[in-house]
């Protein structure tokens, strides 16, 4: 466990973490509250197999590992269901723009799930950081009652 949430990565990570835990949280709820548009009917558009069925696992699953991100709870972990969920979205989505409409057309559209993904695998490589949940779950045990008493480790 230590080895998962273990980090060297600086404060500023946070900056990270709040930007593409959000995006995917605000997404993920979308899917809920404008099912026509970003949930069943944008997946039945786009080809997605059971779209009554992926369209709300999707959401559910950038729901909670979004927040998870932010939080940074377990991020290296969360991390790599949202790395699925956005290299779908990328081949699913801007391979077919990249083969009809071009190059500069698809980077337009592709930019922010391009950034969402360098984002993610930076949080994979480097970890949440020292503000983050991970960071209390990184200490030994015994460091962390030293450093501030058993109610202490959910900071």
């Given at each position: 466990m230590w080895t998962v949430t273990a980090s060297t990565a600086p404060k500023s990570t946070?900056?990270?973490?709040?930007?593409?835990?959000?995006?995917?949280l605000a997404e993920g709820i979308q899917k809920f509250l404008f099912p026509e548009l970003l949930g069943i009917g944008r997946f039945a558009k786009i080809g997605i197999p059971a779209p009554a069925i992926t369209a709300p696992f999707v959401g559910a699953i950038e729901i909670v590992f979004g927040i998870c991100v932010v939080a940074g709870f377990l991020t290296r972990i969360a991390a790599i269901p949202l790395l699925i969920d956005i290299s779908v979205a990328i081949a699913t989505?801007?391979?077919?723009?990249?083969?009809?409409?071009?190059?500069?057309?698809?980077?337009h559209e592709a930019r922010t799930d391009v950034s969402m993904l360098l984002g993610l695998l930076f949080l994979v490589i480097a970890g949440a950081g020292p503000w983050s949940i991970d960071a209390r779950f990184a200490r030994p045990p015994s460091r962390r009652r030293a450093d501030g008493g058993a109610g202490d480790d959910l900071l």
């Amino acid at each position: 466990m230590w080895t998962v949430t273990a980090s060297t990565a600086p404060k500023s990570t946070i900056l990270i973490r709040i930007l593409v835990g959000s995006i995917f949280l605000a997404e993920g709820i979308q899917k809920f509250l404008f099912p026509e548009l970003l949930g069943i009917g944008r997946f039945a558009k786009i080809g997605i197999p059971a779209p009554a069925i992926t369209a709300p696992f999707v959401g559910a699953i950038e729901i909670v590992f979004g927040i998870c991100v932010v939080a940074g709870f377990l991020t290296r972990i969360a991390a790599i269901p949202l790395l699925i969920d956005i290299s779908v979205a990328i081949a699913t989505t801007k391979f077919p723009m990249l083969l009809n409409k071009g190059f500069w057309a698809t980077a337009h559209e592709a930019r922010t799930d391009v950034s969402m993904l360098l984002g993610l695998l930076f949080l994979v490589i480097a970890g949440a950081g020292p503000w983050s949940i991970d960071a209390r779950f990184a200490r030994p045990p015994s460091r962390r009652r030293a450093d501030g008493g058993a109610g202490d480790d959910l900071l």
